[in-house]
């Protein structure tokens, strides 16, 4: 299964709505369960240079199943697999992507965003997964 | 000037509508006067091949202020600019990109439709645009 | 849906069985429905730049759900797209990659073939697609 | 020399069965001795962005003759080479890449498995090399 544009428009409309009440103009991006592209917004005033930061963290997120920053562990020094954010074309290990996952515990796609402070991008990015309401 | 929220929110509603009532599933894609992406979305049932086509379209279109179809003029079969559309990491010259401008005739973005034949993708992609009512 | 590993196992055996029957080593590469490679074997004294061909085809042929060559009629002298080919980084619009359906008739993967004369390679690929014997 | 259809056939059913063991679904590539591609499963529920990872694990051993995880000595603080695991388009050196030798000690390709914890993933690829029975 894949996210569906119901979903896709429900959980952007919830993240420029974070981003809105915050006050932080983001980039947000969803990609679907083959780590493809399924919608982007770019919000008035959000840094052009974290676009790509916003698709990559989605991506990432979408790829592995897993939070990016929770990524880092295997990349900061002592970690298992040192490189592991080269491979793929480069890959994002902090904060801001969250995967999706249907109300079975499956993948369904991830959640990218970018354009504040980490934390800020974790908190637009976690109302996004959020206002899809699966109880898993 | 660049296109606001709420122009990429009006374009992309219109071109939804029109490729739901066509019938076909279409991805839409709205690019700045930067050349820059602003807002995507895949349609459930899209061709996923397409994404990056309609992308390149509206980034085309965005880069030279033209509707890609009148670019293939430089390339066709004796025309002044043999490979011109293998510039700028290559360009879409057949239908489906247009630019969009403001009141005052500037450009201020572009959006690039693919999923359907060409010329479904340009009718999505005219109902875009004339979802912004300026007049020129 | 996507194709599985039993569908994955039953298409390259049918490959390698074809390509055995009429004496070609052959390149097989099979991708699932988010355009994806799900499994590649290059035959004993296949030809080695036809691997990277065998995963194109199937590659183009589940990004746009046709059989390649049908893709040629777009960018042929006069088509309705010329330059379609030089999208999505690259794409084969000649034969050797079909697209694999399920029973429902949705798109599920494709089967991508290489090593041969084009007539073989579309030989090869269709028995991988024959093997699963949907009945659309 | 270079491994051979039927050690591929082999040592792919030894891992896949290591990982069906395990329940751990894996990506596993190999490799010949010229450092391309042989052979790809990527079994069912496998984590997508670990496909790039074990044919750059397979590539990698190939390469270079030893395990992935060798090479880390290189590029580690105060290590001889540092950036070493930049070169050939990035290479992998964590574990999971393992060569394959004959029974003369000659290198004829490499195994590389991703999708579990780094220690599975060398599991799996050590059940791939162990299959071939060589006596070195």
Redo the contacts between chains.
């Keep these: 299964m ?1 996210i ?2 119901a979903q ?1 428009a429900a959980a952007m409309a919830a993240a420029i709505s974070e981003a809105t009440a915050i006050a932080v103009p983001m980039n947000i991006a969803i990609y ?13 005033g959000a840094l ?1 240079g974290s ?1 790509d930061i916003a698709m990559n963290k989605a991506r ?1 997120a ?4 897993f939070n990016t920053e929770a990524l880092y562990d295997f990349v900061k020094p002592g970690g ?5 954010d ?4 480069g ?1 994002i290990v902090f904060a801001g992507g969250i995967p999706i996952r249907d109300a079975a515990g499956e993948l369904i796609g991830a959640v990218g965003v970018s354009g504040g402070a980490v934390a800020q991008d974790y908190q637009v990015a976690e109302a996004a997964v959020a206002s899809l309401q699966f109880q898993p």
């Design positions: 894949s569906t544009d896709v679907d369960d083959g780590a493809n592209l399924k919608a982007f917004t770019r919000m008035d052009l676009a990432t979408a790829l592995f199943g298992t697999s040192p490189g592991f080269r491979t793929n074309g890959l």
